[in-house]
């Protein structure tokens, strides 16, 4: 059995980041940006008003001070003229300064009459002037690779780019297999169950970015196993589920063999997942996860994240293992790498007492598998350790 890490390193050699797309910014939110961009433009492209007011000169502000109000700079409608002493122009948020003025005073400070506006006593030193390019400059960066969120989608939107290059998403075939499955909705027979996992890694696979195909579940034999196997022909990864380990009805791997899967590597160190499987079948990843549901899932979280984010153009790492205090006390870990489903409570981890791996309830309510190494010794509450946030 191989480590986790050497699990890793062996899953991220079988695929690479995937070509560049250019889509609609509407289209970019969550996408992955492949290349810089940078900005066509410099933002505010002049000097703008932070305020509604009066622009006036400096020099010429003082308590009680008086002006003519000459004209308006209105977001949109610049004040055409240039500024003389004693003028002041109506400016609006967002209005660029007129010439000669270099100071907006706030209406509230200000009493108008007529053409003229006398000033209050306490204007303060606040220019309320946004300065060209306070934003940004044109030519400045938005560097890659970033998953883009809605603050970069208006930036992007700001800087004029209206098509963005980013990384094509990867399509991966979800494969449930099993005759006792049935999908959700479906009226399940005496001995069968609703297939749960697919649904779950399906989701995980949306989330990180993925254009994920369901494939209808595949049964025990291997007239239906090859048959699912072709449909998933043209993804760029094939997920299976289930059929993983060594029982009779087990056939993902020999069925995947026949059809000229190249085996990478058969069994982890790790608990759950341990009898994960992954190669390449005619050019295309595969990875055979374990059917139990919890098992599944975690090595979704542990492996499968971290090469849809290689494929996507986002390098490569684990999962970011973060640390915390221990809540309870734990026994020592065996010779498998154990990803404990726990939970945060006041910043300490609390590892649930059922750790089966086919129990999805204890899962869904966890936020964090906490990692216990190969061979960990028994740890007292308030020791440090790893884990994951899910
Ligand atoms: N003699 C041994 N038996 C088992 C070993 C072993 O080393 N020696 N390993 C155990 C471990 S660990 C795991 S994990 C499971 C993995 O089994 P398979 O990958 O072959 O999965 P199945 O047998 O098809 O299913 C296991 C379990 O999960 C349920 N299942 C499967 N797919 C789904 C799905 N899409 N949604 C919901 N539930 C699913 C299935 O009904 C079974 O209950 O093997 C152990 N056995
Ligand atoms: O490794 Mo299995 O995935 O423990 O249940």
Request: proline residues 8%; charged residues 20%.
């Amino acid at each position: 059995m191989i480590s986790v890490d050497e699990a890793l390193s062996a899953l991220f050699a079988l695929v690479e980041p995937l070509d560049i797309e250019h889509v609609p910014l509407r289209e970019a939110n969550g996408r992955i940006l492949a290349q810089d961009v940078t900005a066509t433009r410099t933002q505010p492209p002049f000097a703008a008003s932070s305020m509604d007011g009066y622009a006036v000169r400096r020099a010429e502000v003082e308590p009680d001070a008086m002006f003519k109000v000459v004209g308006e700079s209105a977001a949109g409608h610049r004040y055409n003229g240039s500024l003389r002493a004693g003028q002041a122009v109506r400016i609006f948020t967002g209005a660029p300064i007129p010439d000669g003025a270099d100071f907006v005073v706030i209406q509230e400070d200000t009493t108008r009459r007529g053409d003229l506006i006398t000033l209050g006593r306490n204007i303060g030193n606040k220019d309320n002037i946004r300065p060209a390019g306070t934003d940004f400059e044109i030519g400045q960066a938005v560097k890659a690779p970033l998953r883009l969120r809605p603050a970069d989608i208006a930036l992007l939107a700001a800087m004029n780019i209206a098509t963005v290059p980013v990384t094509r998403k990867p399509t991966v075939a979800v494969l449930a297999t099993g005759d006792e499955l049935v999908q959700p909705g479906e009226a399940p027979g005496p001995d069968q169950i609703v297939a749960s996992n697919s649904f779950g890694l399906a989701a995980m696979l949306d989330e990180l970015g993925a254009e994920t195909r369901m494939l209808p579940i595949a049964r025990d034999n291997s007239g239906s196993l090859k048959q699912a196997l072709t449909l998933a022909q043209g993804a760029d990864l094939i997920l299976t589920i289930g059929g993983a380990s060594v029982g009779d009805h087990d056939l993902v791997a020999p069925v995947a063999a026949e059809m000229g899967m190249e085996q990478s590597f058969y069994k982890v160190a790790m608990r759950p997942g341990k009898p994960l499987m992954a190669g390449h079948m005619n050019g295309i990843a595969m990875i055979g996860l374990p059917g139990n549901p919890v098992s599944a899932m975690v090595c979704g979280t542990v492996f499968v994240a971290p090469v849809l984010r290689k494929m996507l153009g986002l390098g490569t790492a684990p999962q970011p293992l973060l640390t915390a205090p221990l809540g309870v006390d734990v026994p020592p870990n065996g010779p498998r790498t154990h990803y404990m489903r726990a939970r945060l409570r006041n910043g300490k981890i609390h590892p649930d007492a059922r750790q089966d791996s086919s129990l999805l309830s204890v899962l869904a309510t966890a936020d964090a598998l906490m990692v216990r190494p190969v061979d960990d010794p028994a740890r007292a509450a308030g020791d440090m350790v790893n884990y994951l946030e899910i």
